[in-house]
């Protein structure tokens, strides 16, 4: 069997040949983490916020979900194990593979996908989805690439469709990883705003991070059709 850290090559995904410089550099970043062992945000729980949503008051019926940058599948398990047909994708091949034991081992039936959430179209994941999740992979896309991903959540949501999202603000952040100027950017609700067109903001939460973060809610108009 794979062991998780063993050495081998990366697996090329098929947005690999489009990147530029800057996605690069969050690339290499972000599999170093992975390599390393696991990655500090790789806690194994989830976010009562998530869970809130899934089975807390006014819990949304179980429908379809796509997690965006799932990492190692802790939240997409959540929501398969919760009744959600779940899709998943991440950027580093070796999350994936992560993901996929454990769903195997808990004989959760999960789509998990290795590719670029700013790049949609390249995967099987047509949608219409109710529910996106995404836990601080939007806030660490270079700018240039957001209207990309915001554009691929759009066209995949189904009227009415959530999107609960948590991101780290503006700011130097601690940022161990100061070669990776997008990291700095952060997200904020103004661009939120801006940038998800037809989408309404709902709901802006601070995290309780040291730092600032932020748990954002944002619904697609029930009109607007998929
Ligand atoms: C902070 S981690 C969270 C991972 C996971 N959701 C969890 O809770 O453990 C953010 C994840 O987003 C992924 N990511 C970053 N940019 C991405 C992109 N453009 N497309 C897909 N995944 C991306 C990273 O590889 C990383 O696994």
Known sequence: MDQPNAIREPVPDRASTR?????????????????????????????????????????????????????????????????????????????????????????????????????????DVPGPFDLFFDLSCYCGVPLHRRDAYAAGLTRRAAPGARLLMFGYGPEPLGNPVTEVASWAAGVTADELRARFAGWELLDVTPGTNAMPTFWFTLRRDAQQRY
Request: hydrophobic share 40%; with cysteine.
């Open 19 to 123: 990147r530029d410089p800057e996605e690069e550099s969050v690339h290499r970043a972000l599999e170093r983490f992975y390599r390393a062992g696991k990655p500090p945000w790789d806690t194994g729980v989830t976010p009562p916020e998530l869970v809130a949503l899934v089975e807390g008051h006014g819990a949304l019926p179980p429908g379809r979900a796509l997690e965006l940058g799932c990492g190692t599948g802790t939240n997409a398990l959540y929501l398969a194990q919760n009744g959600w047909e779940v899709a998943a994708v991440d950027l580093i091949d070796r999350a994936v593979d992560q993901a996929k034991q454990k769903a195997a081992a808990a004989g959760a039936a999960v789509r998990l996908l290795h590719g670029d959430a700013t790049r949609l179209d390249e995967l």
